[in-house]
């Protein structure tokens, strides 16, 4: 089974940068490239942060443009969300994704999620 788990959450200050990371373990053949960072802050809905897209591109939200860097190490199966001028709005868990591979590999699901990692910025 293949499983996502997020790290480097916490808490900082307005203005400061943080580094989530996103490891793939287990069958890691059935996560696709198409790869990115979600969150959700209390009483909101999750949205996209910033993603691979299947072509190799990167998409971010308009909120993000310019502060967050999304990237990846193919050789630690690693995805890496490198957040700079964190405001308190950033405030959220954050979450990894990856599309499945599951209409070329039956055994895989259609999409992986991490745990989350709770990323708090104080104003």
């Known amino acids: 089974q293949a499983q996502l788990a997020e790290s480097g959450g916490g808490l900082v200050q307005a203005g400061g940068s943080l580094r989530l990371s996103c490891a793939a373990s287990g069958d890691t053949v059935c996560i696709s490239a198409t790869m990115g960072w979600y969150r959700q802050a209390p009483g909101k809905e999750r949205e996209l942060v910033a993603a691979?897209?299947?072509?190799?591109?990167?998409n971010y939200a308009d909120s993000v443009k310019g502060r967050f860097t999304i990237s990846r190490d193919y050789a630690k199966n690693t995805l890496y969300l490198q957040m700079n001028s964190l405001k308190p709005e950033d405030t959220a868990v954050y979450y990894c994704k990856g599309v499945g591979e599951r209409l070329l590999i039956r055994r895989c699901r259609s999409e992986y999620w991490g745990q989350g990692t709770q990323v708090t910025v104080s104003s």
């Open positions: 691979f897209t299947l072509a190799g591109s990167t």
